[in-house]
């Protein structure tokens, strides 16, 4: 498993932006599938973007057009740029990753398939 550790989230406005990083100190990311996560309260976690090891990307339809999953293999660090966030964005936001998905199984975003992920970052969206 890789320790991850999220951070950027915050409270905005809706219509504004928020980048979100996900870094770790030990593992490179260009071997990983990598993956964004949130769950607002009494909802189950749902996948938001994620990024296969050859820098492929895929988004949830909530999200497509907003949103923009990459990452830097040189800083080991992933990236999550939000923009036009509505209120229904808000949200604890996690980053995950395995090492051993397969591009299509990576773009699943079935948060049960991802074996490593970080504590959570808040964004919080008013209207």
């Known amino acids: 498993q890789v320790q991850l550790e999220e951070s950027g989230g915050g409270s905005v406005q809706a219509g504004g932006s928020l980048r979100l990083s996900c870094a770790n100190s030990?593992?490179?990311?260009?071997?990983?599938?990598m993956g964004w996560f949130r769950q607002a309260p009494g909802k189950e976690r749902e996948g938001v973007a994620a990024?296969?090891?050859?820098?492929?990307?895929s988004y949830a339809d909530s999200v497509k057009g907003r949103f923009t999953i990459s990452k830097d293999n040189a800083k080991n660090t992933l990236y999550l740029q939000m923009n036009s966030l509505k209120p229904e964005d808000t949200a604890m936001y996690y980053c995950?990753?395995?090492?051993?998905?397969?591009?299509?199984?990576?773009?699943?975003?079935?948060?049960?398939?991802?074996?490593?992920w970080g504590q959570g970052t808040q964004v919080t969206v008013s209207s």
């Open positions: 995950a990753a395995d090492r051993f998905l397969s591009r299509s199984t990576c773009f699943r975003l079935n948060f049960a398939q991802y074996n490593s």
């Open positions: 990024i296969a090891s050859d820098g492929s990307a």
């Open positions: 030990k593992y490179t990311y260009s071997n990983y599938c």
